[in-house]
T-cell receptor, first 113, second 111 residues
Framework: EAQVTQNPRYLITVTGKKLTVTCSQNMNHEYMSWYRQDPGLGLRQIYYSMNVEVTDKGDVPEGYKVSRKEKRNFPLILESPSPNQTSLYFC????????????FGDGTRLSIL | EDQVTQSPEALRLQEGESSSLNCSYTVSGLRGLFWYRQDPGKGPEFLFTLYSAGEEKEKERLKATLTKKESFLHITAPKPEDSATYLCAVQAADSWGKLQFGAGTQVVVTP
């Protein structure tokens, strides 16, 4: 089954404790992206990757890091999480370039206390 | 600055009562406009891509249209299972890979 898998689905943690949200896709997609979703603001793009070892900033990259060492994986790293990063996070992938339909994971709800 | 605005924020419909959702956008050249559906607790699910003004796409009770400044998602004779949040997103011609979403329209269809 074609899917984008995020882990964990839920996490409550404290300010400053480094965390990683993993994202994996099994569709051999070139493009992957991370978004955060907040009430009233919709989905905002954090980082995206057009291919292995190629990553670019979206609209809200501050406080986040990403890496793309393999085509299937695109982890999101919060080196020193803060309460304003409490949000619902989605990973997505598409065939290429990002102007193809994106397949989304089911989300990761992060609470930073 | 690129901007995507969806209206209304929320819409309550009786089953069978057709309506339209609006997505207005300002981008420096449009590469593509996308419609997604999002159910509670789930990630967005792709519905349509529109690339040029005048283009229309249909799927079951949904029809998406595109002009140079806005897109409409028409819901014809909706059923309760059409209840969801509908998201619009645009990609600008000079922004490979960057996607900008609107805040969404929450649709509730009652029997």
């Amino acid at each position: 089954e074609a899917q984008v898998t995020q882990n964990p689905r839920y996490l409550i943690t404290v300010t400053g404790k480094k965390l990683t949200v993993t994202c994996s896709q099994n569709m051999n997609h070139e493009y992957m992206s991370w978004y955060r979703q907040d009430p009233g603001l919709g989905l905002r793009q954090i980082y995206y990757s057009m291919n292995v070892e190629v990553t670019d900033k979206g609209d809200v990259p501050e406080g986040y890091k990403v890496s793309r060492k393999e085509k299937r994986n695109f982890p999101l790293i919060l080196e020193s999480p803060s309460p304003n990063q409490t949000s619902l996070y989605f990973c997505a992938s598409s065939l290429d370039r990002g102007d193809q339909p994106q397949h989304f994971g089911d989300g990761t709800r992060l609470s930073i206390l | 600055e690129d901007q995507v605005t969806q209206s209304p924020e929320a819409l309550r419909l009786q089953e069978g009562e057709s309506s339209s959702l609006n997505c207005s956008y300002t981008v420096s050249g449009l590469r593509g406009l996308f419609w997604y559906r999002q159910d509670p607790g789930k990630g967005p699910e792709f519905l349509f891509t529109l690339y040029s003004a005048g283009e229309e796409k249909e799927k079951e009770r949904l029809k998406a249209t595109l002009t140079k400044k806005e897109s409409f998602l028409h819901i014809t004779a909706p059923k309760p299972e059409d209840s969801a949040t509908y998201l619009c997103a645009v990609q600008a011609a000079d922004s490979w890979g960057k996607l900008q979403f609107g805040a969404g329209t929450q649709v509730v269809v009652t029997p």
